[in-house]
Every structure is written in structure tokens, then in C-alpha cells.
């Protein structure tokens, strides 16, 4: 089964936020004290997760991706990921983390079969790493990016490109990938931080480009794959890779197959939304898996043409209460 959007788009993939607390304080995700975090009961329990990702995967999702908050800070979240490859529903487990817990999972993950991670690491310099994370972890993230290449895992960079704070990271993170085997993405910052930041100055999509065009003359696009948000580039005599996603500029919606759960257990059917549907409450009201099936088709509906559609029925107009911490970046 596939199952399309009002737009005749296929949507195949589901993210989840396992947690909304995080251990970094990322200054372009959350304020320095922190988020209003959730009471854990009203979290998704991971027998929810698994029963969502099961009623899912029987309407044609076939890649999961697990992210938060920090998920590797949610207790037994290995439990998680074996109840979810257990499903045998899934062609693709994934995960996002900020990497500082993740080390001594690596050969369960492996076992696992769970190869993919995304890293997130906006510096390769201590201090500004520091500066952004509000926390001193740099050389903890930097062991286990290289761990995890020497283990084989396909591995992406995510950095958030802030204009006046990293700017001056971007061709160092290019050059990462010159002698190594990684997929290095620039997202464009989001104005998702817990109502910390106003008015944030967007380091456009088509900037980060330039700079890297101007001194790899060579990068050239590459074939994106079924609803990839990054456009990505190749260098010539490079072993990986380099993605720029549109984050804020949203050019890539008309390709969208993704659908966001919230740490609470909030439907998104588009980033920009403030939140459709709580499965959580539907699913504690004691519904059935066929009523299950049936929300979830008629959500998928809902699903706005793009971004800038979804922005404009928000409650809150500006949305700056949000934190990507619970939306699940
Ligand atoms: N804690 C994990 C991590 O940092 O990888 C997973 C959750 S985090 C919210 C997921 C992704 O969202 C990270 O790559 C992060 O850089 C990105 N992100 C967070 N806030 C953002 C913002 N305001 N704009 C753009 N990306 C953001
Ligand atoms: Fe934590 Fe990830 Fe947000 Fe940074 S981006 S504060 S690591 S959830």
C-alpha cells in the first residue's frame, strides 16, 4: 500500500521525537535554562511508539526515524529500537543525536542493523562549539563521529549555519569531507527555540552555496533521492559529500514524505504546523487499530500544500513558543 496526500504525494516516513530533554542547550534550539519540559506521563510510553510504528507500517511507512531531544538520553532507548526492528516493517531505522551518549551503543546499534546516524555538529572548532551547545562535550562528539566511520555507519553532519556565529565553519566542515566518508549538511536556522531568539537573520541556502561554489568550483548537484529535503553536491577528489537544506527557505515541500510525532504524541504533517491531532489521547482513549489506521490516512490529508500554507493556519502566528527539542528537528 502507498498512501498519498491531497497532493499526490507518497508518505512513507515518520519521525518521532522520543523525549523532549536534552542534555546540550543549542542556542538556536533552546534558551540556556532549558525548555518546560513535559511530565514523563505524558510522553508517548515506548509500547505506543510501537504500536504507531506497527499500524504505520501496515499503510506503507518504511522508514522511521528517531530523534528529540537527545533520544539516547531517554532511558532503555535500545528497547525502543529493538521493539521497532522486531516490527519488521521498516527498510530504514534511523536516528538524529547529538552523539554525546551514543558510543557505547554502537555494536548494539550495529546489531541492530541500524547503520545510519546524524550527527549534529555546527563547529569544528572547541570553542565555538562550546559557545553554541552551552555545554563542553566537543572532544566526546568528535571521538564518536570518528568511532562511527571506523565502523562503517553512513554518517551525516547536520550544522545549523547562524548567521555572525558559524559562518566562518562552513568551508572547514566542506573540508571534513574531503578525507572522509560523510555526508556534511548546512541547514538554514529555524525560528524553533523556545521563544528564546526573535527576529533571528536567516543565513540563506543559496549563501551557503556561494561560498562553497566560490571555493570548490567543482561542486556540482547530484540526483536527489524519494523526498530528500538536502540538495546535494559532490566535489571532485572528495570521499564524501556535501547536502544544503532549505530549512527556512522551504523550496523543497513539493516533494514532502514525512510525517512528524511529537514527543507528546502530536500529529505534524508539516513542520510549520502547530500540531494537528494528539495520537496520544486518541490511542489512551482506547481505540482500536482499525480506528487507528483510519485517523491516520485522514491526517495524512491534512497535509498543506507546502511550509508557508502550513505557517499561515498556525494558532500561534509566530510559533516562537516551540522548541525543535519536542518538534523533533
Ligand atoms: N538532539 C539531537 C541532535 O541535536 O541531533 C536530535 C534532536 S535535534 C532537535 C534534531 C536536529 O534539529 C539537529 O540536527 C539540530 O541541529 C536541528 N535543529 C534544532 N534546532 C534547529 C533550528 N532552530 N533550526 C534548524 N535546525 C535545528
Ligand atoms: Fe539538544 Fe539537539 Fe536541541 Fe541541541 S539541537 S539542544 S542537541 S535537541
Redesign the pocket.
Known amino acids: 500500500m502507498q498512501l498519498k496526500d491531497s497532493y499526490d504525494r507518497t508518505i512513507d516516513y515518520v519521525r518521532i521525537?522520543v523525549t523532549d530533554r536534552?542534555n546540550?542547550r543549542?542556542f538556536?534550539?533552546m534558551p540556556l535554562e532549558g525548555i518546560q519540559y513535559e511530565p514523563k506521563a505524558h510522553l508517548l510510553t515506548y509500547e505506543e511508539i510501537t504500536r504507531l510504528l506497527a499500524v504505520l507500517g501496515n499503510i506503507g511507512f518504511r522508514k522511521v526515524r528517531f530523534?528529540?531531544?537527545?533520544?539516547f538520553l531517554r532511558k532503555d532507548f535500545i528497547k525502543l529500537l529493538e521493539s521497532t526492528h522486531g516490527l519488521n516493517k521498516y527498510d530504514a531505522i534511523h536516528i538524529?543525536?547529538?552523539g554525546t551518549l551514543l558510543e557505547k551503543y554502537i555494536p548494539k546499534l550495529k546489531e541492530l542493523g541500524i547503520n545510519k546516524i546524524?550527527?549534529?555538529l555546527?563547529s569544528l572548532d572547541a570553542e565555538r562549539f562550546k559557545k553554541i551547545t552551552r555545554r563542553n562535550d566537543f572532544a566526546k562528539v568528535i571521538k564518536v563521529l570518528h568511532r562511527l566511520m571506523d565502523e562503517g555507519f553512513e554518517l551525516k553532519v547536520?550544522a545549523?549555519v547562524m548567521f555572525g556565529i558559524n559562518t566562518q565553519d562552513i568551508l572547514p566542515l566542506v573540508q571534513f569531507a574531503q578525507n572522509h566518508p560523510v555526508n556534511i549538511r548546512f541547514?538554514?536556522?529555524?525560528?524553533?527555540?523556545g521563544g528564546y531568539k526573535e527576529n533571528i537573520q536567516i543565513f540563506k541556502a543559496t549563501d551557503i552555496y556561494r561560498i562553497i561554489k566560490n571555493e570548490y568550483p567543482s561542486l556540482s548537484t547530484q540526483t536527489s533521492k524519494h523526498g530528500e529535503t538536502a540538495t546535494n553536491y559532490i566535489i571532485n577528489g572528495f570521499k564524501g559529500d556535501i547536502g544544503i537544506i532549505p530549512?527556512f527557505s522551504r523550496t523543497f515541500c513539493n516533494t514532502c514524505n514525512r510525517l512528524r510525532i511529537t514527543a507528546k504524541g502530536e500529529i505534524k504533517t508539516c513542520l510549520y504546523d502547530s500540531g494537528v491531532f494528539s495520537i496520544r489521547d486518541f490511542m489512551r482513549s482506547g481505540v482500536s487499530d482499525e480506528q487507528l489506521t483510519a485517523k491516520f490516512i485522514e491526517l495524512v490529508k491534512l497535509k498543506p500544500k507546502n511550509g508557508f500554507e502550513a505557517e499561515k493556519h498556525k494558532k500561534n502566528a509566530l510559533g516562537r513558543e516551540e522548541s525543535?527539542?519536542s518538534?523533533?528537528?
Open positions: 521525537a536534552c546540550l543549542c538556536y534550539c530523534t528529540g531531544g537527545e533520544p538524529t543525536s547529538n546524524n550527527l549534529s555546527d547536520n545549523v541547514i538554514e536556522e529555524m525560528p524553533f527555540n530549512a525543535m527539542s518538534i523533533g528537528g
